[in-house]
T-cell receptor
């Protein structure tokens, strides 16, 4: 079956531009997570949803970052007024929530480069 | 707070040799532990996970890991390295429930022919 997909795979933005990154989770998966992976580092948690409810956004680095999942399926991570320090790979993961803890399945990521 | 330390940012082994990637964790609650592998330009793939029960966990591609509470460790091993094992490996910890993962910084494994 189809896995988690993310688009675009690569995004180049000029400093100050707004960007939107999309995540399509595995069909039927309840939980959706966003992580940020800087070059040479492990992924770091940004935010997560259970269905359409955003349960934790403590990892968002600033108020320029905003995420939504309005219908409990597709999610969008938006970054306003991008800065060079936002350059990273943004990973999305989803899980079925059958048990504790359920496996998180990761997408290929979106590599954002801010010039 | 939870944290993960992976000792060695880069490990190099010969093909056929033992693979040992080290992971130590810190957690105030009983942890759930994971190993993920990341190939270039791909997402993370779960190798194995420890939740409860047997402390020796077997995963895909011949990897296994042992949860040692007294040592707060969850080291990843494979008896015989294959060229296809060359990748980045991440250890992660989470609390109960479907909560966010806390990752280590990763260890890049190189396999020499």
């Amino acid at each position: 079956g189809a896995g988690v997909s993310q688009s675009p795979r690569y995004k180049v933005a000029k400093r100050g531009q707004d960007v939107a990154l999309r995540c399509d989770p595995i069909s039927g998966h309840v939980s959706l997570f966003w992580y940020q992976q800087a070059l040479g580092q492990g992924p770091e948690f940004l935010t997560y949803f259970q269905n359409e409810a955003q349960l934790d956004k403590s990892g968002l680095p600033s108020d320029r970052f905003f995420a939504e999942r309005p219908e409990g399926s597709v999610s969008t991570l938006k970054i306003q007024r991008t800065q060079q320090e936002d350059s990273a790979v943004y990973l999305c993961a989803s899980s079925l929530d059958r048990g504790s803890p359920d496996t998180q399945y990761f997408g290929p990521g979106t590599r954002l480069t801010v010039l | 707070a939870q944290s993960v330390t992976q000792l060695g940012s880069h490990v190099s082994v010969s093909e056929g040799a033992l693979v040992l990637l080290r992971c130590n964790y810190s957690s105030s609650v009983p942890p759930y532990l994971f190993w993920y592998v990341q190939y270039p330009n791909q997402g993370l793939q779960l190798l194995l996970k420890y939740t409860t029960g047997a402390t020796l966990v077997k995963g895909i591609n011949g990897f296994e890991a042992e949860f040692k509470k007294s040592e707060t460790s969850f080291h990843l091993t494979k008896p015989s390295a294959h060229m296809s094992d060359a990748a980045e490996y991440f250890c992660a910890v989470s609390k109960a429930g479907n909560t966010p993962l806390v990752f280590g910084k990763g260890t890049r494994l190189s396999v020499i022919a």
